[in-house]
């Protein structure tokens, strides 16, 4: 599915009224979990470098860090449907704003909805994978191909066992991203 030139310029477009707004609220932004000494300022450093595949890799380990699955490196849906709402709006907030609205949990979340909100491997998640750059020429891309992907193909790296993405964009939706 194409995407017209009013699509990619609403989902590019800063959140804020401006993007004085935009700076100042994410200079403002507490960058420390709710789970004692973890801090999501090397994701921030990183973001702000544009070292967005350090940054992808940064985000699985601080999530997997949050809830406790540093050995194991995945998160289950049980981690994923209690994963602390203040934590995964930081790590938004930061992917939408260093990205421009081209990356984030909130950007991909817009598009799964836009594809039919698909809880199961069918052609409304083949689409899905397609728009966010996950997907292409019918088949599934490579990690190494995804980070130089089209808008919202990032964070990309948590490995959330495929469809669990969708459990993912549920809580996002109770988080309010």
Known sequence: ERWT??????????????????????????????R?????????????????????????ERMWEVMGRQEEQWLRVEDIKKFPCKDLKIIDKLWVHYSQGKFGFSVQKKIWEECGSPTGYNDDWERF??????????????????????????????????????????RATTCKL
């Open 129 to 170: 994978g397609e728009r966010v750059g996950w997907r292409s020429g019918g088949s599934w891309m490579s990690y190494s191909r995804v980070v130089v992907g089209p808008m919202a193909s990032l964070p990309f790296w948590v490995e959330l066992g495929g469809m669990d993405r969708g459990v993912l964009f549920s």
């Open 36 to 60: 004692p000494g973890i801090s999501y300022y090397k994701l921030r450093d990183l973001l702000a470098a544009k070292k967005w595949k350090e940054a992808d890799r940064e985000t699985a």
């Open 5 to 34: 030139a009013q699509q990619v310029l609403d989902a590019v477009r800063p959140r804020s009224s401006s993007s004085r707004d935009a700076l100042s609220s994410i200079e403002d932004l507490d960058l420390t979990s709710v």
